[in-house]
């Protein structure tokens, strides 16, 4: 599986439009880069990667970049380029989509962390330390948009910035927790776009003396009114979601956790748009199955 991920990154790399490297400089911006998925694919630090030993015989000759090389040119400007290019072309949607799922999947580190950028709040049924994946996602597997976060950091705040991604249209489907005025005036904003939530405290309650946003008052009569057959039955899929966060993590090289020299929010969000775009690679490829003879 390395390899192929590896031969689809290289590929994909080779289609992308690069800065042309400096005179001073001894590896281009596509060598860099190679070099970063090389260690993500493997679950290893840069470091690791900046060895020939761990490299394929084939290419021990050729000369790899030095820790020091990959630290400073993995912050520069050129490169966060590139990569976000290259997520850009394998995780974005090609074609147009009118139904998205929005939510949060914690990502903890230890409680002993000395990392100030990571913050303390609500996980899965607990309480924990670390960051946040928020995701848009669609139907089939492709990225609206994406943030990483501190895990203290309100989920709405970050949908808020999402949902004004450029291009989006159609019906947006959360968990009661994103039931907001706030997102719903947002959608509402953008005029063709409807957020589809539970109401917060359950189904049947009145909407108070609060002014209410329209998008809200139609997400309850969609979810709650005579059209709550075609409400419902939205919302039902969103359970989708959740089994993308499961392809992300249940395979050798997903995002099954932050390992120990993935800290501080920069480190952090890079390495989780790698395994981004590592899964999306791993789930174009046609399924194969063995049949005993």
């Not at 997520?87 to 799922?101: A, F, G, H, K, L």
């Not at 063709?192 to 998008?215: E, M, S, V």
């Not at 501080?264 to 775009?277: I, S």
């Amino acid at each position: 599986m390395e390899g192929q991920l590896w031969r689809m990154i290289v590929a994909v790399l080779t289609q992308l439009d690069k800065r042309r490297k400096r005179a001073c400089e001894r590896f281009s911006d596509e060598e860099i880069v190679r070099t970063f998925y090389w260690s993500v694919i493997h679950d290893r630090p840069v470091s690791w990667s900046c060895r020939r030993e761990n490299w394929p015989i084939w290419r021990r000759r050729s000369p790899v970049p030095s820790n020091s090389t990959m630290s400073h040119r993995l912050r520069s400007a050129s490169v966060r380029t590139l990569l976000d290019a290259l997520e850009r072309c394998v995780v974005r949607p090609s074609e147009t989509n009118v139904y998205w799922m929005i939510d949060g999947k914690p990502l903890v580190i230890s409680g002993c962390s000395k990392d100030r950028q990571a913050g303390y709040g609500r996980a899965v049924q607990s309480k924990a330390k670390g960051y946040k994946l928020h995701l848009l996602a669609a139907l089939d597997g492709t990225i609206g948009d994406w943030r990483v976060a501190p895990m203290n950091k309100d989920e709405r705040v970050m949908a808020a910035r999402m949902l004004q991604t450029p291009g989006l249209h159609g019906y947006v489907t959360a968990d009661s927790n994103f039931d907001s005025n706030y997102l719903h005036a947002i959608c509402g904003s953008i005029g063709n776009l409807q957020l589809l939530t539970p109401r917060r405290y359950g189904p049947g309650k009145g909407t108070g003396r609060r002014k209410q946003a329209r998008g809200r008052l139609r997400s309850i009569v969609l979810l709650e009114g005579l059209s709550r057959a075609f409400g419902q039955g939205l919302l039902e899929q969103r359970d989708e979601i959740e089994r993308q966060f499961g392809n992300l993590t249940n395979w050798g090289g997903g995002l099954t956790h932050l390992p120990p020299w993935v800290r501080t929010h920069r480190r952090v969000r890079r390495w989780v748009q790698a395994k981004l775009v590592l899964n999306h690679l791993k789930r174009s490829q046609p399924k194969t199955t063995y049949a005993a003879s």
